[in-house]
């Protein structure tokens, strides 16, 4: 019996060490980075985050959508209205039917959200090797470890140990689940030009671009940081109070009180 | 037994309403100056009160955030997004509503065992228990149904996982599964179902606290010293003493609870919940909420059947681990008849003690287990963990009540002198 195996197997082994996890499989730990946005009073460091725009729009938007992100939302990050309104004219998107019942294309609009780079995940399997590229709204939020994550796998590709089996097509990096993954290494130093004359080296984008897809991933982040520390001082005054006013009403009890005897 | 005031309020409206319906009183002789309460509770007594402002923070949360939330596979999770996004303060209210259901468990867990330790199961509060019992198992059936709705990756494998297990019922089973689906698997009618019966059961729930309370008032609380008000100095009105105790309790709950939601939110949720849904796409792991953790570890510990393996099975491995997982709750229903002895509080117990401390810690290590993939030695450990917390209520309660001597018991509430042993 198994169970029998199983006790025979302890015995003999005593008080084994919990079997080690699968490292390898799941990926290097990711390098810790000290965020902005970390901390009870983190905030999101604006001018990183509009650079961060950059390369998004620059480098990945030709393969990964942002489906929850609208150009409104760029207010947050520091930009007018109307930058704003430039920045959604570039792009097009679907309009209204016309009244030939025509299907129409329109400029984006602050309201919209940003357009998607494929129609449909075949045209973006079809376009990349059989590999879906995943939309990156929430991908700050969808991993363990998100920011510091996003960031290692960004600047963690390597050359291959001799004696990994890499598939055709397929990029070493050992941040990434099983450590091959089909994205080439998207980020070079001067791949950008920033607008604001910072150095764009791999390190810097990489970080820029954290920052504003943990924007897009958590909009509300500073603003709950903000309401937090007032939420948390309220209730610790409000505790102090009660305790105070439970210490008081407790006296009599303490001094062995009967509340029922006349 | 507790006796019955009537209010009489001053307020002629008041008065009025209570000659009609004499719902002042009630609240009076519950938890109001009326009701006469023991004057030694700890602070391990205000986890109740603390459930009961979780599940009123559950219902009013979750009632605005079904404004919002569409229970439609094509677009929940877009949805959620837009609550997170757009909706004003909507990420307050998810938030909330999210890390509400683990603080709730939270209270409701040591709820349990200050019953457990103190021996609130026993006589005369065995109803009492029962219904908490109930009450934890329609929480648990509340809290999966509700996870499911974001329609996430982890929503849509842990319903896949948890239902299916209802298809190791013989005969019946498929049957029963295909219900909960509404279908051939996990679906749109899964959804729709689940929504419909995660926004019904909080309300069963608040009927079965009105009970709860009911049986309380009727036998009283019980006490750390486990021993029977012998007069009214052992007593003290609920209404201002434990109510200003509750709420600072309740203060200091909430300011943990608002750390959760306001700096670590989704620190007790699982990243794969923010990949929509997809059934040609199975996760690494497919882990449960903690709260469910240590009877997941019970499930997929047994992984033997009832009999002679391959020979003669009475009881599949399958069903074998759905019936211990089950009946790690439902033991509890039996609880005042496992533990007889005559002593309540585990203060006076000095081999309980012991005991009971071991199960506390081998909930804490059944809930690590159950997160942990079920590989080397994961198993083996879980089996340890689950045999031991089936020996305590089954085997090692029983024989203690018979075998153990108890430490002298005090005098009284009022008076908590050690009676001297004879």
Not at chain 2, 323 to 334: K, Q, T
């Amino acid at each position: 019996m198994k169970f029998v195996k199983n006790i025979a197997i302890a015995l003999t082994l005593g008080a084994a060490a919990f079997s080690g996890t699968n490292a390898a499989d799941a990926g290097k730990h990711p390098m810790q980075v000290d965020w902005s946005f970390n901390g009870p009073l983190g905030k999101f460091d604006m001018a990183s985050a509009q650079r961060g725009w950059q390369v998004y729009k620059q480098v990945c938007s030709s393969c990964h959508g942002l489906k929850y992100f609208r150009f409104r939302n760029l207010t947050d990050i520091g930009y007018d209205e109307a930058m704003i309104k430039a920045f959604a004219a570039e792009y097009e998107v679907e309009g209204d039917v016309d009244d030939y019942g025509d299907p129409t294309t329109r400029k984006a609009e602050p309201k919209d959200a940003f357009p998607s780079p494929f129609p449909n995940d075949n045209a973006a399997r079809a376009a990349n090797a059989g590999a879906l590229p995943p939309d990156l709204s929430l991908m700050v939020k969808a991993r363990h470890d998100g920011p510091n994550y996003v960031f290692s796998l960004l600047v963690g590709y390597e050359d291959a140990p001799a004696d990994f089996n890499l598939g055709a097509g397929m990029n070493y990096n050992p941040y990434f689940k099983g450590s091959q993954i089909a994205m080439a290494e998207p980020l070079f130093d001067e791949a950008v030009e920033y607008e604001d004359g910072t150095p764009a080296t791999k390190e810097q984008m990489a970080k820029d671009l954290v920052q504003f897809l943990t924007y897009v991933a958590e909009p509300s982040l500073q603003k709950r940081h903000q309401m937090g520390i007032k939420v948390l001082i309220f209730l610790g005054l409000l505790t102090i109070l009660l305790y105070l006013s439970m210490k008081i009403i407790w006296k009599p009890v303490k001094e062995g009180k009967n509340f029922y005897e006349d | 037994m507790a006796e019955w005031k009537a209010a009489k309020p001053e307020n002629k409206a008041l008065g009025w309403v209570e000659e009609r319906l004499p719902i002042l009183s009630l609240v009076n002789n519950v938890v109001g100056p009326d009701t006469p309460t023991p004057r030694n509770l700890n602070y391990w007594w205000n986890f109740g009160s603390l459930a009961g402002l979780m599940l009123v923070i559950q219902i009013i949360s979750g009632v605005v955030l079904a404004m919002h939330y569409a229970a439609h596979t094509g677009i929940a999770f877009d949805s959620v997004e837009r609550i997170m996004r757009d909706v004003n303060y909507g990420w307050l209210i998810r938030y909330m509503h999210a890390n509400g259901a683990s603080f709730f468990f939270i209270a409701v867990y040591i709820h349990i065992f200050r019953g457990l330790y103190f021996g609130s199961y026993k006589a005369p509060r065995e109803v009492l228990w029962m219904l908490g019992v109930v009450i934890f198992l329609l929480m648990m059936a509340t809290a999966f149904m509700g996870y499911v709705l974001p329609w996430g990756q982890m929503s849509f494998w842990g319903a896949t996982v948890i239902t299916g297990l209802f298809s190791a019922v013989p005969v019946v089973g498929e049957s029963i599964v295909q219900l909960l689906w509404g279908g051939f698997s996990v679906d749109n009618p899964t959804l729709n179902r689940f929504f419909s019966l995660h926004y019904l059961l909080p309300f069963v729930i608040a009927g079965v606290v009105i009970l709860h309370l009911w049986a309380k008032k009727i036998s009283d609380s019980g006490n750390p010293l486990g021993i029977d008000v012998k007069s009214s100095a052992d007593q003290i009105p609920f209404h201002p003493f434990y109510t200003v105790k509750d709420a600072f309790g309740a203060g200091v709950f909430f300011f943990v609870f608002a750390m959760f939601i306001f700096y670590m939110p989704n620190a007790l949720g699982h990243p794969d919940n923010y990949i929509p849904a997809d059934p040609l796409v199975t996760p690494a792991s497919i882990v449960p909420e903690w709260y469910f953790l240590p009877f997941y570890a019970i499930l997929r510990s047994i992984d033997f059947p009832l009999g002679i393996p391959g020979v003669f099975e009475l009881i599949d491995a399958k069903l074998l681990g759905v019936l211990a997982m089950f009946a790690s709750i439902l033991v509890w229903l039996v609880l005042p008849w496992l533990d007889t002895s005559k002593v309540r509080s585990g203060n006076f117990r000095p081999m309980f003690k012991w005991f009971f401390a071991f199960l506390v810690i081998d909930m804490f290590i059944l809930t690590w287990l159950g997160a942990q993939k079920p590989e080397g030695n994961i198993p083996l450990y879980g089996k340890f963990a689950t045999l031991y917390y089936f020996a305590y209520f089954l085997v090692i309660l029983p024989v203690l009540s018979r075998k153990e001597t108890p430490l002298p018991l005090p005098e009284s509430i009022s008076n908590p002198v050690l009676k001297p042993a004879e």
